[in-house]
């Protein structure tokens, strides 16, 4: 690791003017490109004290040996000189994005004496005609298929038009109409260029002008009496007409635009690219780039047109280019983009109307672009075993933790206050075995002493199964007057139960009866709820709640179970005792699934605890009625009308209820008596007094219902 004190420029060496610089380590491999509008106050940041830089960007100086820098005219040349050492060296530091696959183009060889219509992959060439990309080259061929009974463009390959040409028979779709067979001289090659030329310019989106030649043509041929010929004219139109539906009109005035979105996490970015023509979706396109430097959205938009229109000139640069962001500063970029289209390009931000429509279906598609690499990524065997080796290595364990279990609690300002478990088995999340928890043991928020309570919970049933079935001797003894407990329908004593559900949309998570494949059973052949331990316990948070972790299972006597915690601010790993954290590297398969079992933890807990609060602000009196279920509450709400005419009333009132006999009605009477009253309901918009309450099932503060003046509000934005 270098000292970047070691090569840290003199003062005043460095100029105050635009430039480029480069870092390269000992081996002089260039490891990372940058430009500046001031190159001395950008290389400045760089050798600051380590303490304050980010972690990417400490991991670059500290690996670097030098620094070099190339001083220019203005930013717009700063720019194209950025991207043309990015290109030639391949910086690991940089972003660099990745297609996730090789786009295939409609291609029109314009460069050739007979132009032929193909898809092609691949870099770009000089006099071809490139329309697209298309997401699949199916869609390619189908396009074409429906033109080339209205432009019969040769398709055919070089070897297949020679043969043709030497025998004097065309091939298939000469005979049948689809191609003008220039190689037998039906037509001259320079109508067979025209041909290619309209074909071009109705894939560019000049369709008007054909369709209403073509309407034309066959009114003529009708008027006289060439019904056959008016027919083929006919069929032409519902062609163009058809292969002009498979791209639908998106924006208005034959708008001529890309649109870019960015979707991106802590470590990885994905960009998506519409590219509209003519007002319709001409082609789409995405990348994956891994975040190995600190860098904001403006700054992933830079890098993405700078791949996306490094190699372009002409039409291919839109006239208009849409972002999520701008970069910083904007001028040099939009002057970069005008020069290398020839003409003004207009870069900016949709605010509204049919653009910003367009700009949010884009950025959903680099949503799911990146939840899908994410998904293929954590599937793939070899990049699992390679991060959990990588954690091993990190944390010094002995072999590599096959199961990983991670905790973390929620609370709304210390109301509601619950946990959750989430298990990883070889790095695959193991939805049967999660748990979640309430905490009952205090009141309030503290998150270090919910940690310790429920890990000391979780471990205990571990113990006691043990103890059980004779495979520990220790007198840790399980149940200690507290009966705290966890697992699926298990009260802990105070009548809470730990239940096992996905805490997204309460469906039962894993299948009742059936044990999972590392998972004890009873004799009676149920899974035990807590019987296979972990090789590695990973809690939210970073030294106090590590600390509260260890402390709990050292009361217990365990210590062959390894603890860690993930902070979010830095992603920093603590182990217990440590005073300095483990840095794992930005771009670690290790890190990234901890972060990963991290944020399931999180879910899990968040889930559990907005179910919890929701169903506390519907709780009503007649909740804590014995035998009253939701039909007969509603009965007597919609009977009296509130809760409060409904406490007023009397029991032989009450009687007339459908379903409500005596016994019931007595039992009503005594629960609401005995209940305190609520307080008055406000209305919001106007401040008024209500005379009722609102009625049970109803959440506050729903449109229409008035909120109560005790009632919490929805403060779901200071949740933990």
């Not at 041929?221 to 056959?228: F, G, I, N, R, V």
């Not at 970069?327 to 605010?351: F, H, M």
């Not at 590599?400 to 999340?429: K, N, T, W």
């Not at 402390?551 to 217990?556: G, M």
Request: charged share 30%; with cysteine.
């Amino acid at each position: 690791m270098a000292d970047p004190s070691s090569y840290r420029p003199k003062p005043g060496e460095i100029p105050d003017s635009p430039g480029v610089y480069r870092f390269r380590d000992e081996h002089r491999r260039v490891i990372y490109v940058g430009k500046a509008k001031s190159l001395r106050q950008r290389l400045a940041n760089y050798f600051q004290d380590l303490a304050g830089l980010h972690p990417r960007t400490r991991t670059m100086v500290t690996t670097a040996a030098s620094v070099e820098w190339t001083v220019v005219s203005t930013e717009v040349e700063a720019l194209q000189l950025e991207y043309s050492w990015i290109k030639e060296y391949d910086p690991r530091f940089n972003v660099k994005y990745r297609d996730d696959k090789s786009y295939p183009y409609l291609a029109v060889t314009m460069n050739e004496e007979f132009p032929r219509v193909q898809v092609m992959r691949g870099h770009k060439k000089k006099g071809v005609r490139y329309f697209g990309p298309y997401g699949h080259a199916w869609a390619i061929r189908d396009t074409v298929d429906l033109l080339l009974r209205v432009f019969p463009v040769r398709t055919c390959s070089a070897g297949v038009f020679k043969n043709a040409a030497r025998t004097g028979r065309p091939c298939l779709l000469g005979y049948i109409g689809k191609c003008s067979a220039p190689c037998v001289d039906r037509v001259s090659a320079e109508e067979h260029r025209e041909l290619a030329e309209e074909f071009c310019d109705f894939m560019a989106g000049r369709t008007g002008t054909h369709l209403r030649r073509l309407e034309q043509r066959m009114t003529e041929a009708a008027e006289d009496m060439e019904y056959e010929r008016a027919a083929r004219l006919r069929d032409d139109i519902g062609a163009l007409r058809k292969a002009m539906e498979k791209s639908a009109v998106v924006l208005a005035d034959a708008t001529d635009a890309d649109l870019i979105a960015v979707a991106e996490d802590e470590l990885e970015a994905a960009v998506q690219i519409f590219h509209v023509r003519g007002g319709r979706v001409r082609g789409q396109r995405g990348w994956v780039t891994d975040k190995v430097e600190e860098i904001t959205t403006g700054a992933l938009v830079e890098h993405a047109l700078q791949q996306l229109y490094g190699e372009e000139t002409g039409d291919a640069v839109p006239r208009e280019v849409l972002v999520p962001a701008l970069p910083d500063p904007v001028e040099p970029v939009q002057e970069w983009l005008t020069g290398r289209r020839g003409s003004g390009v207009s870069l900016r931000i949709p605010q509204r109307g049919d653009k910003r429509a367009l700009m949010e279906t884009v950025q959903r598609n680099a949503q799911q672009a990146l939840a899908l690499h994410k998904t293929r990524r954590a599937s793939d065997l070899t990049t699992r075993s390679r991060a959990l080796e990588e954690i091993a290595d990190a944390l010094g364990l002995d072999s590599a933790p096959l199961r990983i279990e991670c905790y973390d609690v929620s609370h709304l300002q210390g109301d509601d206050v619950v946990a959750s478990m989430v298990v990883f088995e070889d790095g695959l999340a193991r939805k049967s075995e999660y748990r979640r928890f309430q905490i009952k043991s205090f009141a309030g928020q503290d998150d270090v002493r919910s940690l310790h309570e429920v890990i000391t919970r979780r471990f205990r049933r571990y113990l006691a199964d043990k103890e059980r079935t004779g495979e520990w001797t220790a007198g840790t003894g399980a149940s200690d007057g507290t009966g705290a407990s966890g697992g699926t329908g298990a009260s802990d004593g105070t009548g809470v139960s730990d239940g096992v559900t996905d805490g997204v949309d309460g469906a039962p998570v894993g299948v009742p009866g059936e044990p999972s494949a590392h998972t004890l059973t009873e004799d009676d052949g149920r899974p035990k709820r807590f019987a296979y331990p972990p090789q590695l316990v990973v809690v939210d948070g970073g030294a106090p709640q590590v600390a509260a972790a260890r402390r709990a299972l050292d009361e217990l006597g365990i210590d062959d179970i390894a603890v860690c915690g993930l902070a979010k601010r830095l992603e920093e790993v603590w182990l217990p005792d440590d005073d300095d954290p483990v840095v794992l590297p930005r771009t670690s398969e290790g890190l990234y699934l901890l972060q990963r079992v991290r944020d399931e933890a999180h879910r899990f807990a968040i889930g559990y605890q907005r179910v919890k609060r929701a169903k506390r602000f519907r709780s009503g009196p007649l909740d804590d009625v014995p035998g009253l279920g939701d039909t007969r509450k509603q009965a007597l709400i919609k009977h009296f009308g509130s809760v409060k005419k409904l406490r007023s009333a009397t029991i032989e009132q009450i009687r007339e209820v459908p379903g409500i006999g005596r016994k019931t009605a007595e039992v009503i009477a005594a629960a609401l008596a005995g209940a305190a009253p609520a307080a008055p309901a406000v209305n919001t918009a106007t401040g008024e007094i209500m005379d009722d309450v609102e009625e049970p099932g109803k959440t506050p503060g729903s449109p229409g219902e008035p909120v109560s003046a005790g009632a919490p509000d929805d403060r779901r934005g200071l949740e933990r």
